[in-house]
């Protein structure tokens, strides 16, 4: 049974910073496309990030463009998200995805699911 565990939310002010955390157990973690999804109350969930299965390529969402960065290292399954220069709108649960085949920015194209961290940026 594959398992996704994020880790690493809480509470940070204006302009901080904070670190996410996802590990994979159940599936070689090389063979997924990892993907970084974040939901705010009231609104669908919505795209943060995609990395591929080397971690040579990622793409973000303009929102967090130069601000995000995701990583992965494959020998500990884990995959990260590091946020910078965080803002009261970036506000919202953040939920990590896989998938084998898919590297889309549409979370219906994936079919794993951590249980999501949450994540308040204070103004």
């Known amino acids: 049974q594959v398992r996704l565990v994020e880790s690493g939310g809480g509470l940070v002010q204006t302009g901080g910073s904070l670190r996410l955390s996802c590990a994979v157990s159940?599936?070689?973690?090389?063979?997924?496309?990892m993907a970084w999804f974040r939901q705010a109350p009231g609104k669908e969930r919505e795209f943060v990030g995609v990395i591929n299965r080397n971690g040579i390529s990622t793409y973000y969402a303009d929102s967090v463009k130069g601000r995000f960065t995701i990583s992965r290292d494959n020998a500990k399954s884990t995959v990260s998200l590091q946020m910078n220069s965080l803002r009261p709108e970036d506000t919202a649960v953040y939920y990590c995805?896989?998938?084998?085949?898919?590297?889309?920015?549409?979370?219906?194209?994936?079919?794993?699911w951590g249980q999501g961290t949450q994540v308040t940026v204070s103004s």
């Open positions: 159940g599936q070689t973690f090389s063979t997924l496309y």
């Open positions: 995805a896989a998938d084998p085949q898919t590297i889309a920015t549409t979370h219906q194209e994936y079919g794993l």
